[in-house]
Antibody
Framework: QVQLEQSGTEVKQPGASVKVSCKAS????????ISWVRQAPGLGLEWVGW????????NSARKVQGRISLTTDTSSSTTYLELRSLKSDDTAIYYC???????????????WGRGSLVIVSS | DVVLTQSPLSLPVTLGQPASISCRSS???????????FNWFQQRPGQSPRRLIY???NRDSGVPDRFSGSGSGTDFTLKISRVEADDVGIYYC?????????FGQGTRLEIE
């Protein structure tokens, strides 16, 4: 069926890097993009970044620019988010959501993964 | 960045009664002659968000017709005609018309 399957919980120290994955199934991967949205404990939703799964174009929020890498592996229909120089306020559930492949019309979000918990703690 | 302000932030409702959530944008997101990117999401406890309404007024497949969305410009509304127990959760509005994508703070709906 149509779904996004995410990797599991990660516990990292401040300053480390983390890479989470989002594997799509049940639809044509390259017809869509993927956005990443995070939710800190007990708080609201924050958009982090987007990738076009066909050509690899990316866009990311100012708050994480310079620390984020978004990549895609079309052979396995998997999108990756890597976040470097982790801080305690990066602690959150990171959701992937199916999005438009056009950077001028983002926020489609009709399909979500279950989330990957990233804990940053010394 | 576009700021989306939801009200109320907490919404206690009696089963079977209607509910309404407002979302006000700090910038216009467009009017009826444009397809603007404004969605409503429901997040039940312990679950991922789920899109309910897209482009302000279009209900997603599988969403009960008790849910409806309206609005344009800077003012948008989500209405539930008769609240059921299954509707408990947090509701978020979201805009993708202006970069970056932003969400409202969320409205917590609970049963009285």
């Amino acid at each position: 069926q149509v779904q996004l399957e995410q990797s599991g919980t990660e516990v990292k120290q401040p300053g480390a890097s983390v890479k989470v994955s989002c594997k799509a199934s049940g639809y044509t991967f390259s017809d869509y993009g993927i956005s990443w949205v995070r939710q800190a404990p007990g708080l609201g939703l924050e958009w982090v970044g987007w990738i076009n799964n066909k050509n690899g174009d990316t866009n990311s929020a100012r708050k994480v620019q310079g620390r984020i890498s978004l990549t895609t592996d079309t052979s396995s229909s998997t999108t990756y988010l890597e976040l470097r120089s982790l801080k305690s306020d990066d602690t959150a559930i990171y959701y992937c959501a199916r999005d438009s492949k056009s950077s001028s019309s983002l926020g489609y979000f009709d399909l979500w993964g279950r989330g990957s918990l990233v804990i940053v703690s010394s | 960045d576009v700021v989306l302000t939801q009200s109320p932030l907490s919404l206690p409702v009696t089963l079977g009664q209607p509910a309404s959530i407002s979302c006000r944008s700090s910038q216009s997101l467009g009017y009826s002659d444009r397809n603007f990117d404004f969605n409503w999401f429901q997040q039940r406890p312990g679950q991922s968000p789920r899109r309910l309404i897209y482009k302000a007024s279009n209900r997603d497949s599988g969403v009960p017709d008790r849910f409806s969305g309206s609005g344009s410009g800077t003012d948008f509304t989500l209405k539930i005609s008769r609240v059921e127990a299954d509707d408990v959760g947090i509701y978020y509005c979201m805009q993708g018309t202006h970069w970056p994508i932003t969400f409202g703070q969320g409205t917590r709906l609970e049963i009285e």
